[in-house]
């Protein structure tokens, strides 16, 4: 009896860590076609391309979706980690979170479609990829949480590194964006661009320092 | 079998389950505290192990308690059972977690004292000061060996779920051997004082194997304490896993392996001979208090984490329980044997 239940819990327990892992590798490769999307966008010539990165952040972000659910249901099923289960699946709502953010960027740049002007698109493809950095940071300090809990505190480090260089990044383009002759409403919807970029590392950053209180709640 | 008979070793029974309601809570407390384990798996193991433990390995620490005194009469041994069950079943309700191991011994204290019968200084200094030694070697071990599993885990940087599923199935073996010496070194404190003038015969199986009066009686008590496990031990164990250190499931681990370890050092004649044999003095095979073994054990954790998290009043409201119950289940031997011999008329000694 206990034999067959102990069997169970570590294919279960294989599942899970696949599932979780799975669901890192989304939110990575969700940042890399961001990073990809900014310049397609810009690049105007390139429409339809953008719009088939656009359905596959779509994909993705339902994908990731559906782990979370599998996760949250086998974690309470099967009680595991009775003592960090909570923390795990909040880490997990928030991070699922940042996905959304991601495909929030990709369907608003497809419906409002802000013009740029050209003078801002290097400026705005920086603060993307240091954005995405940041990110993928993160992915670090996420899988350090579960696998190697001492090395927690240097990935998140990284996350706050980068956070504050897209702070730096996104104040320089909106003072550039105001301090050009573009009409005010024009202003504020690229504000409203940059401004919604830069968040991601917000979001990137508090779940960072989230995971650093969990990593101590974790210790051994 | 006469019905007066059973009706004495019905304290005993009771004493069993005491035993089970207490100290077996001892042995999967942190395991189901901390929600590692479910009451059921728990309480089944548990049984099954205490009882293959007390027939199995029971007999070491029954001698030395039959040499504290050899209580020769059955309404005697029956006395020091209820009193030994009286006095832990109330300490119980204070909410201390104290154990038959004291009270049995301080019930034995009463009825040499009612009967003018000698106590074996000797033997008594010896369960005392073991159970000074029990909660420090626990507590010793418990550092040791967490120190060496902490670093175990931080070098193998398992998934978090990975470790879970192990430290699961450690809960569970570390529980099975916890229970079995639990088993060999307490049932000497359930059926101790019977064995001397047991109610049973031999019973030889099929040729091949004797079911000796002794492991007759300990199968017996064994089954109480499967009974106090099923009945009255939930709640114990909640307390023993929650209360006096917040644990995370390795530490709980940790605790009831540095339990089980001391409690089977101090019943296991193979190891007593062992070192014997190479000169060595040899453990004293003494029924110890697994809830001293626990509490060393938690708070040998504490400290390694600094001390700051050990909630040391209750601590210290656990140390004053020790010392006051075998004083109390002493008294209440003392007042059951006056009722036995005075009101029931019945020989408490011969």
Partial sequence: MFGLKSASLFGETKKLEREIDEFIDIVSEVGLVFKSIVPTYLNHSANGKFEEMVEKVKEMESKADKITKDVEHTLYEETLIPDARSDVLRLLEHIDELIGMYQGN???????????????????IELTETVVNCV??????????????????????????????????????????FDSELALDQKMHLRYFVEKIDRICDQAEDIADEIQIYAIKRSV | MEITILIFLFG???????????????????????????????????????????????????ETLGKLGAINALPGAFAACVAAGISVYLMTKVGLPVSTTQAIVGAIVGWNLYTGSSTNLQVLFTILGTWILCPIIAGIIAMGLFTFTKRVILNRKLHILRLDAYTRT?????????????????????????????????VTIGNLFIFTSKEQLFLLGGLAIAVGVFTYSKRVMFTVGNDLLKMTPVAAFIVVISHSIVLFLFASQGISAFLQSINLPPIPLVPVSSSQAVVGGVIGIGLLKGGKEVQWSIAGRISLGWMTLPIIAALISLIVLFILENIFNLTVSF
């Fill in chain 2, 12 to 62: 005993g029974l009771f004493l069993g389950w005491s035993l089970g309601a207490n100290d077996a809570a001892n042995v999967f407390g942190t395991a189901v505290g901390t929600r590692m384990v479910s009451f059921t798996s728990a309480a089944i193991i548990c049984s099954v192990f205490v009882i293959l433990g007390a027939i199995i390995s029971g007999a070491g620490t029954t």
């Fill in chain 2, 170 to 202: 450690a809960l569970l073996l570390a529980g099975a051997f916890g229970a079995y010496s639990l088993g060999a070194n307490n049932i000497a404190n359930v059926m101790g004082v019977f064995v001397p003038i047991s109610p049973f015969t031999d």
């Fill in chain 1, 136 to 177: 993928e940071s993160l992915c670090l300090t996420v899988r350090s949480f579960f696998r190697d809990i001492k090395s927690v505190r240097d990935n998140a480090h990284k996350v706050t590194f980068y956070e504050k260089e897209s702070d730096i990044k996104f104040s320089a383009l909106a003072r550039r964006i």
């Fill in chain 1, 106 to 124: 990709c369907y608003h740049f497809s419906i409002q479609k802000p013009n740029f002007p050209k003078e801002f698109h290097e400026d705005l």
